[in-house]
């Protein structure tokens, strides 16, 4: 083959020489614009995963790598004049020019042809796919073939809200080092890790607000080195910042739809970037390499081959890029938990992606895991040997919770007229005994018209509160588990068939009359509802509050409004559901105003030493709708009239909803209510593990956990 490789960064070198080696007749030529010793990078990070892949790629440059390293096990955070380390962190760094050396010396070794100082531009004989087999795009983030070929490759490019600056230094740091410094400017942060026996990466980061405050919009290179030399005066030990054409830019996570166009293939940066904050690209890219080349390696037809590549990596691409969503989300907002205690704002860090968890953390540093524990058991627990965040008590108002996990028993569709069955008296006791601190029962309905169906269970007449009073009695008497109602009213999703039958499926005969803040059925063969007139309101009003007092005498020890889901209180926030031109429409200010009267009329009835707790949609899942921003204001409002938690939960507010689950969906929503508005929530999510649970927990981003499992 006749393989031309545009870009002599680590992606393009390594690939090139891989393919040479796999095969000495291949004509294989590097085409790179800089001379062989430009690199604008400094220290590069590996993975112990990455270094076996290329180990098993390529012995000789292995080796010359694994000499070079710099390696250590720890992590610092240097927070509010503490440092808290985290061990057990297996790192590897080399300079990007060692590595640089490393692979060209390998290329010329192995007969693969370098031409530096070689510019290769739109329309260049050089790089035609025409006159090559194989033309490799491994030209950077600002990829020249990208763009050449955009209508296939269908690019995106996404803009972060931070800036950042990519600094060297002359002081070796003895562990991967995040610095948060704040002054009246904002708050900066420092990414910084050795990787030579001499010199250290030091990224400087923050907000673009707080970059422009401190006039960096309009610093020169040297004024810049200047300003972060003094902010960091104290952690560089007089130590000095070194520049490489070192200038102030904000990341761009790279996306294309595919890889390749005919013979022409992305490699790297070029095919995807992930932000810094994770890791390395080189790391990724040079994973691109060998498994490029083992492809082409693998297959004689290039069509194949390449479409191998790329069903190979990019999954794994994929989930590297969402990682690092996350973990640049964090910086993002990182002034989110300046709050914190130290030793919980450093394993919130760590945690930050998904990645790295609890048990992982206690395997690699049970030292720092002891520390953490006992921090978050300490504000609640007297007991001497701390247990995991998951069985550290919760108190709301006069109510405790032995440990912060919620069950919740699916829905039955077993109650005749609201009255509750056998059947929701066994599932709470089965759910009490399983050990939850909290059981929570399914909707209940707070009018017979306010039933999702007709075997919704409801909390409207005094029958009701005196069967759900043996019930919960029965709890108490055997376990130490507290018990909550969610009462609601199902609005334009009511009248519906059992949920065996098919979600939404209305009834055939026998339905009553719907409710709605305007006109809309909630699907093409839903009932519409009535718009609700002011009277009717009312009337709905004294219903909830009304059951508020069904459920004080039944013993319930906390009650839960439901402002979720598409039911009645959710459909009036949101603009998707909410029409109206009256005061309870329009504007955020107006929609919540029905859902804020509901809840004062139950808080005025509810006992004040029983916490009242509102479970609340995050996000409608689509363009126009309800969203996490909205979703923070009414959880102020709610915290200002006292609600004590707010359960997250998202989406169904109506039928075509687009949902984006994943592991741990509902937490980066659970997390910023939690800290931006500083009250309890609890999350839920698909959460099966107790390991999930005390992450989430001793991460400070949520307050209790739905165990997803299921109650028998």
Same mark, same amino acid.
């Given at each position: 083959?006749?393989?031309?490789?545009?870009?002599?960064?680590?992606?393009?070198?390594? @690939?090139?020489?891989?393919?040479?080696? +796999?095969?000495?007749? #291949?004509?294989?030529?590097?085409?790179?614009?800089?001379?062989? /010793?430009?690199?604008?990078? !400094?220290?590069?990070? @590996? $993975?112990?995963?990455?270094?076996? +892949?290329?180990?098993?790629? /390529?012995?000789?440059?292995?080796?010359?790598?694994?000499? $070079?390293?710099?390696? !250590?096990?720890?992590? /610092?955070?240097?927070?509010?004049?503490?440092?808290?380390?985290?061990?057990? &962190?297996?790192?590897?760094?080399?300079?990007?020019?060692?590595?640089l050396d490393v692979l060209q010396r390998r290329c010329r070794q192995l007969g693969v042809e370098l031409r530096f100082l070689t510019e290769v531009e739109r329309g260049s004989k050089l790089a035609d796919p025409a006159s090559a087999d194989l033309v490799v795009g491994a030209d950077g983030v600002n990829s020249l073939f990208r763009t050449q070929h955009a209508d296939t490759f269908a690019p995106s490019l996404d803009m972060h809200r931070t800036k950042f600056i990519w600094f060297g230094t002359d002081l070796v740091f003895r562990a991967f080092t995040f610095i948060f410094r704040d002054n009246e400017h904002g708050l900066f942060q420092v990414h910084a890790y050795p990787f030579d026996a001499a010199t250290s990466t030091f990224i400087v980061e923050c907000r673009e607000r707080t970059w422009r405050s401190a006039g960096l919009d309009q610093a020169d290179e040297q004024e810049s080195i200047a300003y972060c030399q003094k902010l960091f005066a104290e952690d560089l030990g007089g130590r000095s910042l070194l520049s490489n054409r070192s200038l102030w830019v904000s990341f761009v996570t790279v996306r294309n739809k595919t890889w390749h166009d005919g013979n022409v293939v992305l490699l790297g940066d070029a095919a995807h970037t992930a932000h810094f904050t994770i890791g390395s690209g080189t790391k990724l890219a040079m994973e691109d390499a060998v498994a490029l080349a083992q492809a082409l390696t693998r297959r004689r037809d290039l069509e194949a081959a390449l479409t191998e590549f790329e069903l190979e990596r990019q999954p794994v691409v994929e989930r590297f890029q969402q990682a690092a969503l996350e973990s640049s989300a964090y910086f993002e907002s990182v002034n989110r938990y300046a709050s914190f205690e130290p030793v919980q704002f450093a394993f919130n860090l760590l945690t930050r992606s998904g990645r790295i968890t609890h048990l992982e953390l206690e395997k690699r540093d049970p030292g720092f895991i002891a520390a953490v524990d006992s921090w978050y058991a300490s504000r609640t627990d007297e007991r001497r040997l701390a247990p995991p965040p998951l069985f550290s008590r919760l108190k709301l108002r006069g109510l405790e919770m032995a440990n912060r996990v919620v069950l919740s028993p699916a829905s039955q569709d077993a109650a005749e007229e609201g009255m509750p069955s056998e059947d929701h008296s066994a599932l709470l006791r089965d759910a009490a005994d399983a050990g939850a601190g909290l059981v929570l029962t399914e909707f209940l309905a707070v009018s017979a018209h306010g039933r999702i169906g007709p075997g919704t269970p409801g909390l409207y007449a005094d029958e009701h509160a005196s069967t759900w009073l043996r019930m919960v009695e029965a709890v108490h008497a055997s376990s130490p588990s507290r018990v909550g109602a969610r009462i609601g009213h199902s609005g334009s999703r009511g009248a519906t068939r059992p949920r065996v039958d098919g979600l939404d499926r209305p009834l055939r005969e026998g339905a009553w009359p719907l409710l709605g803040p305007s006109a809309d059925p909630y699907t093409r063969l839903s009932q519409v509802p009535h718009p609700m007139s002011a009277a009717k309101m009312r009337e709905v009003k004294e219903d909830f509050a009304s059951a +508020? *007092?069904?459920?004080? +005498?039944?013993?319930?020890?906390?009650?839960?409004?439901?402002? $979720? #889901?598409?039911?009645?209180?959710?459909?009036?926030?949101s603009p998707l559901t909410n029409h109206r031109t009256d005061d309870y429409g329009g504007s955020l200010a107006n929609r919540i105003r029905y859902p804020l009267e509901v809840f004062e009329a139950v808080r005025a009835v509810w006992p004040p030493d029983r916490p009242l707790v509102v479970r609340l949609t995050a996000t409608d899942w689509l363009p126009g709708g309800f969203d996490i921003e909205?979703?923070?204001?009414?959880?102020? *409002?709610? &915290?200002?009239?006292?609600?004590?938690?707010?359960?997250?939960?998202?989406?169904?507010?109506?039928?075509?909803?687009?949902?984006?689950?994943?592991? @741990?969906?509902?937490?980066?929503? $659970? /997390?910023?209510?939690?800290? *931006?508005v500083g009250m309890p929530t609890l999350v839920s999510g698909g959460l099966t593990t107790a390991d999930e649970i005390n992450t989430i927990l001793a991460a400070g981003r949520a307050d209790m956990c739905v165990l997803d499992q299921p109650i028998n």
């Open positions: 083959m006749r393989i031309v490789t545009v870009g002599g960064g680590p992606a393009g070198l390594y @690939f090139s020489l891989l393919m040479k080696k +796999a095969d000495p007749t #291949h004509e294989v030529v590097v085409l790179e614009r800089n001379p062989p /010793d430009a690199t604008y990078g !400094w220290g590069v990070v @590996f $993975s112990e995963e990455t270094l076996g +892949a290329l180990r098993e790629a /390529d012995v000789p440059t292995y080796d010359e790598i694994n000499d $070079s390293f710099a390696r !250590w096990n720890a992590i /610092d955070i240097r927070y509010r004049g503490q440092t808290i380390r985290s061990r057990g &962190h297996a790192f590897s760094a080399i300079s990007r020019k060692r590595l +508020a *007092e069904h459920g004080r +005498a039944a013993g319930f020890d906390l009650l839960e409004l439901d402002m $979720s #889901h598409g039911y009645l209180l959710a459909s009036f926030l909205d979703a923070v204001a009414v959880a102020g *409002e709610l &915290h200002i009239r006292g609600c004590d938690l707010i359960q997250v939960v998202a989406g169904q507010t109506v039928e075509h909803d687009r949902p984006v689950y994943g592991r @741990f969906y509902l937490v980066p929503y $659970s /997390d910023r209510i939690r800290n *931006e």
